[in-house]
């Protein structure tokens, strides 16, 4: 039997959308444009989840100016290249976001990616109305953890009178699981993510497909 959940948040990248292709390339182009080697296919993969300027750093190496560097060079490339819009949404999600705003049960967004691309993903595939609140990283970063933008979505949902007593979050990261868990709020992780082996640990659940979330989040 389901928990009685009062609130979901959900992540996007590899959660809802299959938004990798349209991030690597654009990864691709900013590392050409500033004169460095193109990393690998699985290499550039690896940047997807985490807050991105923390991978410039980590992955990359690069210093505070370079990372703001890439960051527009990647961030204008992803836009004006239409690679926001050529998200493929993964099989079921659809149905499954559409059955639970049906519920009554809130819904937000809880992204490291800023709001306005997710929003452009959300809109092309016809998925923002099932959301009551959007809540992703800020323009300048500074609120791209995961912890950070789920604090964010917490008070947004509570601005709009939203029960947040027993929230859950849907995810395919350990960043997901461990950005939650700061707040006290459990991760059913999905596995046709991003996630690497081992990444589910400390998740309530995983489920491979997503017709597999809707026993656990809705009630009997």
């Known amino acids: 039997m389901a928990t009685h959940w009062t609130c979901i948040l959900v992540d996007l990248d590899g959660t809802i959308a299959d938004s990798a292709p349209g991030i690597t390339a654009s990864l691709s182009y900013m590392f050409e444009e500033m004169g460095h080697p193109v990393p690998s296919a699985d290499e550039l993969r690896a940047y997807v989840g985490p807050p991105i300027v923390d991978s410039f750093r980590d992955r990359a190496g690069f210093t505070p100016v370079e990372a703001a560097q890439a960051l527009s060079i990647y961030r204008r490339h992803y836009m004006e290249g239409n690679n926001a819009h ?125 017709e597999e979330l809707l026993p656990l989040l809705l009630p009997n």
């Open 86 to 210: 050529g998200s493929d949404i993964f099989p079921g999600m659809p149905e499954v976001l559409k059955t639970l705003h049906a519920s009554g049960i809130p819904l937000s967004l809880a992204t490291s990616k800023p709001e306005f691309p997710a929003s452009v993903i959300l809109d092309h595939a016809n998925l923002t109305q099932y959301f009551r609140v959007m809540a992703g990283a800020s323009i300048d970063e500074i609120r791209s953890a995961k912890k950070d933008v789920v604090a964010e979505a917490i008070t947004r949902l509570k601005m709009i009178g939203a029960d947040v007593s027993n929230p859950v979050m849907i995810g395919d990261r350990n960043y997901d699981i461990e950005g939650a868990a700061e707040h006290g709020i459990p991760t059913i992780y999905v596995d046709w993510g991003y996630g690497n082996p081992g990444e589910s640990e400390g998740s309530l659940a995983v489920v491979s497909k997503a």
